[in-house]
Every structure is written in structure tokens, then in C-alpha cells.
């Protein structure tokens, strides 16, 4: 099943393309909500057909796991 929370994908088209991406929410309308590596603060909405999706799905409530698949280094004050 590719419309997972927590799978892992590659954005193919728009401002995001190129970028790694976690689906966070599975909508009714089939589209899902994503957070992106380039915008991580937000999450987005996205069309399905816009994704790559990969083999990997990781929990998307650990927060670190999250950073460390889409290669996000937090800076520590």
C-alpha cells in the first residue's frame, strides 16, 4: 500500500521537486498531507501523482526519525 502515513517519497513536480518528503496524513479526498525537506516547518497538501514513493516508511510522531530521513540537521542553541 503506497498511500501509508509515514512512507517516505520524492517530490516529482512543483516548487518542492526533487526533495524528499513524508506523508503525514491519508485524506479522503486522495490527496495526502506532506512534510517536505525543503519546507519542513509546514505541512502540505499534495496530489499523489506528484510523488515518488520509496520502500521506506518510519513513525512519524518520533521527530527525530522524521529529520534523519529527510536529512534535516537541527542546529542546537
Known sequence: ???QVGRLCVK??????GSRAVVTEVMSDGFVKIITATRSKKER??????????KEVIDVKNRDQVNRALGIIERVK
Open 1 to 3: 500500500m503506497l498511500l
Open 12 to 17: 516529482k513536480y512543483g516548487r518542492d521537486a
Open 45 to 54: 497538501r499534495c496530489n499523489p501523482k506528484h510523488l515518488e514513493f520509496l
